[in-house]
């Protein structure tokens, strides 16, 4: 059996044990709480983009990655570069500091071709005389992409992006309306159309032909007289 000095000593030694386990136990409380405030506090520095941010059309200058922000909590200290000459998804990278933590928030853009080739043309419909000379190209005041510019003539059938080429022919030497089309496609493959009529004159009469087929109403008037 213990005398009264052993217990004594026992009872003071569980007594700092259970003081230790209580001082571990709130400072590992204190540890976890700093780690959420900080895991929190870091979260709450945002960036509410406007709508729509994740499309951007393609070589739109004046869309740039500070123009994509509707607002933010916190001061955003780096924007990122944004590319609009290039078609594809793209990560952006916004550094932003509020209360003295710097946090990174992206935002994943997709930039998109939608335009359309333009072609423009002089006339929608042309008059030539028949046997006359034309060249359909004279038409063509200009293919181009809003964004890229000119496009390239080719006589090819199997048309390529950032080309464009000409369907249909004109023959001056038959009468009545051609049809003509205009076909481009610009770098994304966006395709345009445009048509126009090309209208041949009729053969002119030949004056020999005209004094035949005169002489042949003469001749049939003076046959019906003699009958």
């Known amino acids: 059996e213990m005398n009264e000095n052993e217990r004594r000593y026992t009872m003071i ?28 506090h870091k979260s709450s520095s945002k960036i509410n983009f406007i709508e729509n941010a994740t499309e951007v059309e393609y070589g739109n200058t004046t869309i740039t990655s500070k123009a994509l922000v509707k607002n933010t909590d916190g001061v ?12 594809g998804e793209q990560d952006l990278v916004y550094a932003v500091v509020a209360d003295g933590e710097k946090t990174n928030i992206h935002l994943k853009i997709t930039v998109k071709d939608t335009q359309k080739p333009e072609i423009i043309l002089k ?4 008059a030539i005389p028949y046997n006359g000379t034309f060249d359909i190209k004279d038409n ?13 003539y080719t006589t090819a059938t199997d048309l390529q992006n950032n080309y464009y080429r ?55 008037k003076t046959t019906a007289k003699t009958n």
């Open 76 to 87: 955003i200290v780096t924007y990122p570069k944004l590319n609009v000459h290039a078609c």
């Open 123 to 126: 006339k929608e419909r042309i």
């Open 140 to 152: 063509i005041i200009s293919v181009s992409d809003p964004v890229d510019g000119p496009l390239l």
């Open 13 to 40: 030694k569980n007594s700092t044990n259970k003081k230790k386990f209580f001082i571990m136990l709130f400072v590992a409380g204190v540890l976890i709480g700093i780690i959420l405030f900080e895991k929190y």
């Open 166 to 220: 000409i369907e249909g022919n004109v023959d001056t030497k038959k009468s009545g309306d051609h049809k003509i089309r205009v076909i481009a496609k610009d770098k994304s493959g966006n395709r345009s159309v445009r048509t126009f009529k090309v209208h041949v004159g009729k053969k002119p009469v030949n004056l020999n032909d005209k004094d035949k087929d005169k002489k042949k109403t003469e001749d049939k």
